[in-house]
């Protein structure tokens, strides 16, 4: 059984006070989701998605408000090189790519 982990993201240019994410895994062993991430940015900004990785992607389902999902490709060393998101269109990075390195460096995503 995977124990909840937790960490920050690094600062971006609209949250400089820096930002944090918890991971808990899924206790469904049938379930198509490794588990639920809640990234928080602000008192305002707290977002919770599934997380499931598909085809080479790392899947952010949203789970709060309308049906969304972002899908962050890596590349063959493991580090995430574009996302579906529309803030990666115009940033060249995104919360969800900064989860994904993150969540790898501590070991929850392979």
Request: proline share 5%; aromatic share 6%.
């Amino acid at each position: 059984m995977c124990l909840p982990v937790a960490g920050s993201l690094p600062a971006s240019k609209t949250h400089k006070a820096g930002r944090r994410w918890a991971f808990l895994p899924t206790t469904d062993a049938t379930s198509p989701s490794l588990g639920t991430l809640t990234i928080v940015q602000s008192k305002r900004d707290t977002v919770s998605y599934g997380v499931a990785v598909e085809g080479g992607q790392v899947l952010f389902c949203k789970l709060i408000g309308p049906a969304e999902v972002y899908g962050v490709t890596c590349d063959r060393a493991g580090r995430p090189v574009t996302c579906s998101c529309t803030g990666f269109c115009f940033k060249k990075t995104c919360k969800h790519c900064d989860a994904v390195r993150e969540m790898k460096a501590d070991g929850v995503l392979a």
